[in-house]
């Protein structure tokens, strides 16, 4: 399918690099493609960034039937531009659509509409340290019809934004809230696709521990309220007695393509990485043992996050003296500078377009 | 706060009655007020019916923060208009949009704009057996901002469906498949709010089942996926060797106004109704036994569903010969002829307008 390309006449100002923030502006351009029952994925078109017009009556407003993603892109130090893994966002995406029942979209044909988009709105990829341009790509059912089924039309649409850091702070340690009462996910239910509901069930969780003065929340899992499970925009990483450990995938958790990358890199560095239940006891046992050195979130939004301190029922556990700790540190040098293509990608993450 | 009115110039043709379906045809005007952190609820306004400029990066595409009500508006025997507890509906949007960190709605505001939109379009009551008007309201994020957290902006709006029967064969048993494998919620979860997520982690399930000839889903809990929850669209309600017997509402299901409204209409009419937790095996062994006398569930768009068939791990349950029981006929008759003002209503459920 080609795609057709309609260039703005009216470009837009650039946003200073150092009032990014996260997902506030957006480029020239955007990707859309439709889909119909009778047509199939059709109509695929580059235009300028714009609005849309919705019937009141459309079902993503009331049943939710919307999966995302989220990559990112970087100018590399040759002036190139480097796509980070984009075809394991895709393979993911195509996973959401099944769960949520919206019809598969051909992978590289996905990874090549975002290459278009992004090569034609390169201008505004930023370079500062942090920085960088943010894909969001994402589908929803359009519809307009009441009654709980799946939707027999669809939008594709990609746009794309300029980002600094998703914490303020940059690469600082966060304090995270370990949930004991409300649940994000449970096997057998949505957990495991980046879908609307999912972030939508999470966000009283997070106005409660924001007001406690922690910035996410770490969720347990849905069965026991037992098992550590992620952190909403992150998965999570313990380093115990040498080993570093972190959830395997059990259906309820979003297998991060950050948490892929990062288990590669530490193995691939000689790092004895672990998947498997850990339960949130077992955190304490080894924080009160002296044993917990270091815990960190992987995420596209913020590559790695260390974990300077996890509140359970009261009791604060603070890690590594609140400070960045080694294995962290290497891992989000190691992930940023290949991401830039400022050091040698051993395993093939980089995607140079 | 004053609504202010402005009517269609160019009115629609009605649907004729036995084309109405659900959810398919909408009315001429429809209610809308936005929320800003510094206005609050502002700009309640009836406009004719019509779509909405979004941008792509409107937060409701991407994080689910929605939700919605559903009620029904009846032509009475005197030619009068009722709404159906309406007051109910507008406490559990509130429930709803605590649980969703929206802002709450001043619930007598909005049943008088729920009023005043009905009444401006009281042609568009459908008067045919089975059919009504369908009220929709409903509550979403609209920030144009990628990033977790609750919007700052909303919108609420009313919209009005003329809708016949829910299920296209009228007040006649359906077939019920017991799922054992996906899950809709948890306590801790959203189970509990009418928000799209809820919605779209039940298309999966519904998909398998209605593949397998049945019309919907019977939801076991997400702890121990053994106590029977919700029907998805309907609460459940069992009648096991003279007692009536529905799911007590333990956080992850949702409380329906018509279930509460069958309980009220259950114990006026002398039977003993019981609100506790009912395992699938129970509910086996009953029938088994010969005690399963009567299934049937209950929502406010089919009002009651009798259930002639449940499937459990391949096992049917044949209940009541496939035939519509005693109880289902007469919760049936009473309810929709008090939404009607056929007969009187001692539980003052109706609301005239």
Not at 307 to 326: A, D, P, R, S, T
Request: aromatic share 12%.
């Amino acid at each position: 399918m080609e795609i057709k390309i309609v260039k703005t006449t009216t470009p837009k100002e650039k946003p200073a690099a150092n009032a990014l923030g996260f997902g506030k502006y957006f480029t020239d351009h955007m990707f859309v493609m439709d889909y119909s029952v009778e047509k199939g994925w059709h109509d695929a078109r580059i235009i300028p960034y714009g609005p849309f017009e919705f019937e009141p009556s459309c079902m993503v407003f009331h049943y939710g039937q919307s999966i995302f993603e989220g990559l990112k892109a970087y100018k590399g130090a040759d002036g190139g531009v480097l796509l980070y893994r984009p075809y394991e966002n895709m393979k993911r995406m195509n996973r959401s659509n099944d769960r949520l029942c919206i019809p598969q979209i051909d992978e590289d044909f996905a990874v090549d509409a975002i290459r278009q988009l992004v090569l034609l709105d390169k201008d505004w990829i930023p370079e500062g340290e942090g920085t960088s341009l943010y894909i969001r790509p994402f589908v929803f059912g359009t519809d307009n019809a009441l009654g709980v089924h799946p939707s027999h039309t669809y939008k594709f649409i990609v746009i794309l934004s300029p980002v600094g850091s998703y914490y303020a702070g940059g690469l600082s340690p966060v304090k995270i809230w370990v949930e004991s009462e409300y649940v994000r996910a449970v096997r057998g239910g949505i957990g495991a696709a980046k879908t609307a509901g999912n972030y939508a069930a999470s966000l009283k969780a997070q106005e409660v521990a924001e007001k406690k003065g922690y910035s996410q929340v770490l969720w347990l899992d849905g069965v026991e309220q037992k098992y550590v499970e992620e952190v909403g925009a992150m998965n999570i990483f313990f380093k115990i007695g040498g080993e570093v450990v972190t959830p395997v995938l059990n259906g309820s958790i979003l297998g991060g393509i950050t948490r892929d990358s990062v288990i590669e890199v530490l193995r691939g560095s000689g790092y004895k990485v672990t998947e498997r239940k850990i339960s949130i006891d077992e955190v304490h046992e080894a924080y009160k043992n002296g044993k917990l050195e270091e815990v960190f979130g992987t995420g596209t939004a913020a590559v790695i996050s260390p974990v300077g301190e996890l509140c359970y029922k009261g009791e604060k556990m603070v890690i590594n003296n609140n400070e960045i700790g080694e294995v962290s540190q290497m891992l989000y040098d190691t992930i940023t500078g290949m991401q830039k293509g400022a050091i040698e990608d051993k395993y093939n993450f980089t995607y140079k377009i």
